[in-house]
């Protein structure tokens, strides 16, 4: 139990571009679920918390606007990265918590290539 | 506030030996402990986690883990590596504060060599 999946699990894209990345909780409801940003051979950064139904909380120095967080169902949480820059390639990974006993469970990340 | 911090950045080891990962936290609260292993490219697997109970916590593929509290570690350990162990493992510290957060070391590389 506890599977998260993430789509896609690689993308290209322009430079100017939108992309948007889906974290979607397959077999357990998820009110929160986190966004991290993974620079190479760097351990992971929280971005964002997103919260089913509201606002996603972001962390400290990092744009709301450019990263833009939907969680509209208890399932699924969106990241959508906008006007998309070189800057912005990363590997994007998203996590849920489902309950103590299982702790996070992680998305197969995203890698987000911006050319 | 927590922090995390594995105190090595890579670790070269032999097949079939021995090897531990280090890791500390420091926190004002209670917290959760957790390994986890990424290979390239990928998400992040969880190896084994430290909830409550018995400090010595065993995970999966061979690995296991000790909470020690005076010392505020929690050391991942395999008796005898294999080549396929070499990924990135990550320590990662969650704790209540207001809401659930996850602050994750800076990674550790264990490269096993044949």
């Known amino acids: 139990g506890a599977v998260v999946s993430q789509h896609p699990s690689w993308v290209i894209c322009k430079s100017g571009t939108s992309v948007k990345i889906e974290c979607r909780s397959l077999?357990?409801?998820?009110?929160?679920m986190f966004w991290y940003r993974q620079f190479p051979k760097q351990s992971l950064m929280l971005m964002a918390t997103s919260n089913e139904g509201s606002k996603a909380t972001y962390e400290q120095g990092v744009e709301k606007d450019k990263f833009l967080i939907n969680h509209a169902s208890l399932t699924l949480s969106t990241l959508t990265v906008t006007s998309a820059h070189p800057e912005d390639s990363s590997f994007y990974i998203c996590?849920?918590?489902?309950?103590?006993?299982?702790?996070?469970?992680f998305g197969s990340g995203t890698r987000l290539t911006v050319v | 506030a927590q922090s995390v911090t594995q105190l090595d950045s890579q670790v070269p080891v032999f097949e079939e030996a021995p090897v531990e990962l280090r890791c500390n936290y420091s926190s004002s609260v209670s917290v959760y402990l957790f390994w986890y292993v990424q290979y390239p490219n990928q998400g992040l697997q969880l190896l084994l986690k430290?909830?409550?109970?018995?400090?010595l916590v065993k995970g999966i593929n061979g690995f296991e883990a000790e909470f020690n509290k005076s010392q505020t570690s929690f050391h991942l350990r395999k008796p005898s590596v294999h080549i396929s162990d070499t990924a990135e493992y990550f320590c990662a510290v969650t704790a209540y504060t207001g809401g659930f957060k996850t602050i994750f070391g800076a990674g550790t590389r264990l490269f096993v060599k044949a």
């Open positions: 996590s849920a918590h489902r309950d103590s006993n299982y702790g996070y469970t």
């Open positions: 430290y909830l409550s109970g018995s400090t």
């Open positions: 077999d357990f409801q998820a009110t929160t």
